[in-house]
Nanobody, 115 residues
């Protein structure tokens, strides 16, 4: 069973930065797609950023230019560097890794941005 564990969330002032980390119990080269999603209270879970096995990345409009997703295959880690944070970035951030059509999710890490 694949286990994903997120870390790095916390409270930060608007304009600040945070780096989220996601560790996998399995080799991440087994996953064809990895990403970060977030869910704010009362809202649906939404895509933030993804990174493919070939290294290609995609970002939501909100994240584009401020967030950077990366991976370290040797450490089985995926990261999300978040800069110039805004109040609307406050949410629980979830790591997702997909093997073919099967997604695996972490339990999430809370990010709170204060204005």
């Amino acid at each position: 069973q694949v286990q994903l564990v997120e870390s790095g969330g916390g409270l930060v002032q608007a304009g600040g930065s945070l780096k989220l980390s996601c560790g996998s119990s399995s080799r991440i080269y087994a996953f064809n797609d990895m990403g970060w999603y977030r869910q704010a209270p009362g809202k649906q879970r939404e895509l933030v950023a993804t990174i493919r096995l070939d290294g290609g990345t995609e970002y939501s409009d909100s994240a584009n230019g401020r967030f950077t997703i990366s991976r370290d295959d040797a450490k089985n880690m995926v990261y999300l560097q978040m800069n110039r944070l805004k109040g609307e970035d406050s949410a629980v951030y979830y790591c997702m890794m997909k093997n073919l059509d099967t997604p695996y999710w972490g339990r999430g890490t809370q990010v709170t941005v204060s204005s």
